[in-house]
């Protein structure tokens, strides 16, 4: 079985390519990643937004909805709740708001990211109308109410009797600048 | 011996001379010398690391250092040990003996083997010198967490990414080569089946290689764009995921452990029968072993990272996978067991080495064993408990067999005998330093004391003090290593071609060295017969 080089050529054609097909799986795991989130939920990754039609309400069940705010770093704005926790019904529709003032002397651009806990419940939680959708420019000084409307899924397991979602808001100012429209496009996924 | 004098025509004498030699071969032996003393190279700095590490944790307190060099320590010592000691240790040994024990005259792809070794000394003098450049070297862990790697990190990230990137070419490389040499080189007549086990095990652990170094080099590659090109794979203000990091580093970390220990078991499977004087007890089971550890290693991934917020099915998937990798590594330790079942063994330097490695890496095993439970590393996870658990598998464990390799071969390498007395004071002090070291650390884990921090609570003062004091022991020991080495180039007795009494396999009926270019034409039927496993 002494064989010359050229032999080899076959098989390491087929290595090689092995070798290249790895290296795009390893990309490939990215989309993977947000898809298989998606699907199952998992990490509070759910894109359950836009109208939903009300289905009878629940009275017999009451869920605690908690609001948590978070600051990403370097985020100066003051970002809080307007209400820490509501109790719903399933199936109800509910309205709130997070209060955000831009403290800084310049013009600014948020957006904030939401994560449901536990992760279980994140497809149960259906947000109507949230600021989350969009990026939000901010004048210095300014203060805004950014609307919140959603609804608990009347089909919440039994156990879940609290929710908690908590959004990071991160300051996207530089990418916003050049044109802050184009940002929907850029970013990699809308949540 | 009809293999020793093969010398004669075509021109081929022997090596060139001076440095050219070393820079220009393609000899397959050459370049397995050339990685195995380079590995040797690393495992000194690697360790000039860790006992940095261990000076500052011998008392509570900052003594020695501040944290933030603490920090590159850490991170350079488990990436110096990882792809700079004890990956090329093995790919040398794949070098050296490989060709000769499939029969062939040399690897597959000598030009491309050269290569893969000279990429290497670049790779690793660059991810050193950036421990020299402003802001340090890697702080942020051997397994590099988005953000601490890419927001976070240091501006010599970047050259840590392209000396991953050049090693990642190294290792697919030296992978390719070994599948090729050992599917389309083998003697005539030699059978998948007939393979010495070493053999065997390369061959699956360069499949390993080639399924996942190409993700590392994705995920650097992820983080060079996230860094500089405004990506955000890993940065959740811009719709990433730092927890896709873990699952992505993690789908290469796991099968690349296992790339570190299969070539172990092939070592510890040849050395086991020679001294035990018997065959290798369940030969096949050990190959269907070997590959289901090595298909398991793809599904287990997300047991590193049990407390990232997995559902219960997720931390369920992966519990029950993680343990059952227990069952093939169970069948290789009964088989290594039942293989010197009444089998009249001597303890020779390598045998000692290779006995140590069952028994202290099944203690990792075990160990493993422990944090593979779900509910149970909730407490584990990020302690002292880890730190012990791999150093177990992979000091006694890759380490030792890399030693006992060493001892085992050297006589054929070198054509000469090493000092036995000094070979087993070598043993004994590594492992009484070895279990000094790493078993208190078990109980600093499960007492909560936290990894890769510089500084620690009082209570864990004693142990720590312990730890350290064996590290030294272990650390000045390898030095003996070194000595007999070089004592045996320069001055050991002569080897017999056969040198150890129970020994088989075509590279004993080879002369002691080999001649620069063997089985230049395939060992006869008589030989492989004889050689036969």
Known sequence: MQ???SNHRPLLLRLTLLTVLMFGFGFLLVPLYDVFCQITGLNGKVLNTGPVTEVGVDTERRIRVQFIAVNNEAMPWQFAPVERELTVYPGEMKHTAYRVTNPSVRFMVGQAVPSVAPSEAAEYLHKVNCFCFENQPLQAGETKDMPLLFTVDAALPEHISTITLSYTLFDITPKAQPAATRLPKDSRRML | MASVDQTMSDGHHGPARGITRWLYTTNHKDIGTLYLLFSLLMFFIGGCMAL????????????MVMPEFFNQMTTMHGLIMVFGAVMPAFVGLANWMIPIMVGAPDMALPRMNNWSFWILPFAFTMMLSTLLMEGGGPNFGWTFYAPLSTTYAPPSVTFFIFAVHMMGISSIMGAINVI????????????????????????????????VMPVLAGVVTMMLMDIHFGTSFFDAAGGGDPVLFQHVFWFFGHPEVYIMILPAFGVVS??????????????ASMVYATASIAFLSFIVWAHHMFTVGMPLAGELFFMFTTMLIAVPTGVKVFNWIATMF????????????????????????????MLSIAPADFQYHDTYFVVAHFHYVLVPGSVFSIMAAAYYWLPKWTGHMYNESMGKLHFWLSFIGVNITFFPMHFLGLAGMPRRIPDYALQFADFNM??????????????????????????G?????????????????????????????????????????
């Not at chain 2, 020679?274 to 065959?279: E, G, H, P, S």
């Not at chain 2, 890496?361 to 075990?366: A, H, K, R, Y």
Request: proline content about 7%.
């Open chain 2, 180 to 211: 090729a040499t050992i599917l389309n080189m083998r003697a005539p007549g030699m059978k998948l089946m007939q393979m010495p086990l070493f053999v065997w095990t390369w061959l699956i652990t360069a499949f390993l290689l080639i399924a």
């Open chain 1, 3 to 5: 064989q010359s080089p």
């Open chain 2, 270 to 283: 040849e050395i086991i029968p020679t001294f035990a004087r018997k065959r290798l007890f369940g030969y």
């Open chain 2, 466 to 491: 312990v730890a350290t004091v064996g590290a030294f022991i272990f650390g000045f020991s390898q030095l003996l290593f070194v000595y007999n080495v070089v004592c045996c180039i320069r001055s």
């Open chain 2, 52 to 63: 940095t590490i261990r000076a500052e944790l011998f008392q509570p307190g900052l003594q």
């Open chain 2, 342 to 369: 009444r089998g009249s063994m001597t303890f020779e330097t390598p045998m000692l080495f290779a006995l140590a490695f069952v028994v202290l890496f099944t203690i990792g095993g075990f160990s493993g064993l």
């Open chain 2, 493 to 533: 007795k002569q080897a017999t071609d056969e040198v150890w009494e129970g020994s088989r396999g075509l590279e004993w009926q080879l002369s002691s060295p080999p001649p620069y270019h063997s089985y230049s034409t395939p060992p006869t039927a008589e030989q492989l017969s004889k050689a036969s496993h």
